[in-house]
C-alpha cells in the first residue's frame, strides 16, 4: 500500500468518525428537545391550572419515562464509540509515532552538523540565537565562518523590506562583473525599482535624471526594457492607472528580493537552499520507505546497522537529486566507487560487475545485452559522472 491509499484510508476512517459523531449530535439535540418541550408544557400548566402541582410532576415523571433517553441514545453512542476507538488505531499503523527505529549509528562531523545548524539560523536573521548555540556547542570556528557571511545579506533584505534599495544598489554595484559572469540582471533590476519609486513619488524630472545616469550601460542588450521605463514618464501623475500599472506590483519587490539572496548565496560559495532545510524535507520523505522496510527487518537490528547499502531504494523528488546517478540494467544496482559503470565499445553501458560477471572476469568476449555486438571487457571504459 503506498502513501497515497493510506491517506486515502485515513480519510475514510475519518470520514466514519464524523459520520458517526454527527448521527450522535443529531439524536441526543432530538432528545433533549423532546425532554425540554414536555418541561415546558409542564411549567405552563402549573402557572395556568388549578391543578396539583404533585399530579402534573406525576405526568411529566410518566412523559418522560416513555421518552427514555438513555436508550434513544445508547445506539448511536454505542456506534460512535466502536468508530472512535477504532480511529486511533488506523492512525498509529499508517502514522507510526517511533521513528526511532529507522536510526542507524553513523558518525557525524560535529563541526559540519554544528556549522549547518548555525548557518540556517543566521540565514534567517537569527543572530542572537545563532551566538547562543555557538557559545553552547563551544565551536568558536563556526562562528567566524558563518555569521559574518549572511549578516550583511540580512541587513540588505531587511532594507528591501523597509523599500530602501540603496544598500542593495551599493552591493551589486561592487560586485558588478560577477553577477554578469552569473548571467544576472540583478543591477537592473533594482535600478527599475528605484526608478519607479521616485517616479511614483511624482518626482518626473529626477526620475529622468536617474534614467540618463544609471540605464546607459545597459542599453546594449536591456533596451526594450529601458524603452518600457521611458513610456511610464507619460503617466507620471497617473501611474497607477497606467498601462504600466503593473511595475507598481509588490510582487517585483519579492523576485528582486529573492534574486539577491540567490546571487549573494552564489558568489559566498553557499547553497540557495539551507542545507538544514534541504536535509529535513529529504529525511521526510524518505522516512516511510526505512519505517516500513524496518518492519520487515524487525528482530535485525544488528544486520541494519552494519548495513552499508540499503538493499531496497528510497525514492526522492527531483529537488533532491544533486548528483548524476547510474543503475546498472542487468543488475538493476546503482553504481559505486567499486563498482563503477562501465561504457562498452558499442556506447552501451553497465556497471563493472555486471561486466565481470557476462566474461568470466574479461576471460571470454559476452553478447551486449541491447545490441548484436560481441564485446571484449578490456575494451571497456570507465565513466565518471
Known sequence: ???????????????????????????????????VQ??????????????????????????????????????????LNIALSKYPKALEKALNPDISKAYRNIEFDSHI??????????????????????????????????????????????AIKSRNLEPALKWAATNSDKLKDNGSDLLLRLHQLQFV?????????????????????????HMPEIQRLMGCLLYSDRLNDSPYAHLLSPTNWDVVAEELTRQFCSLLGQSYESPLSVTIAAGVQGLPPLLKFMTVMAGKKQEWQSMKQLPVPVELDKEFQFHSIFVCPVSKEQSTDENPPMMMPCGHVLCKQS???????????????????????????????
Open 1 to 35: 500500500m503506498d502513501l497515497k491509499m493510506e491517506l486515502n484510508s485515513l480519510k475514510d476512517a475519518f470520514d466514519r468518525v464524523a459520520k458517526k459523531q454527527k448521527l450522535s449530535c443529531s439524536k441526543t439535540q432530538e432528545v433533549v428537545d423532546q425532554i
Open 38 to 79: 414536555e418541561i415546558k408544557k409542564a411549567i405552563e400548566m402549573v402557572q395556568s391550572t388549578t391543578l396539583d402541582y404533585k399530579s402534573v410532576l406525576a405526568e411529566l415523571k410518566k412523559k418522560l419515562h416513555e421518552i427514555a433517553p438513555l436508550s434513544q441514545l445508547e445506539g448511536t453512542q454505542k456506534e
Open 113 to 158: 552538523v554544528n556549522q549547518i545548524i548555525a548557518s540556517y539560523l543566521y540565514r534567517q536573521g537569527l543572530f542572537d540565537v545563532g551566538d547562543c548555540f555557538i557559545n553552547e556547542v563551544g565551536d568558536a570556528e563556526v562562528a567566524a565562518a558563518t555569521r559574518s557571511l549572511f549578516q550583511e545579506m540580512y541587513q540588505i533584505l531587511e
Open 197 to 221: 519609486k521616485i517616479l511614483q513619488k511624482g518626482r518626473r524630472d529626477e526620475a529622468i535624471k536617474y534614467a540618463r545616469t544609471n540605464f546607459a550601460s545597459f542599453a546594449g542588450n
Open 355 to 385: 561486466i565481470n560477471k557476462m566474461s568470466k572476469n574479461g576471460s571470454k568476449t559476452f553478447k551486449c545485452p541491447y545490441c548484436p555486438s560481441n564485446i571484449d571487457a578490456t575494451q571497456c571504459r570507465q565513466l565518471n559522472f
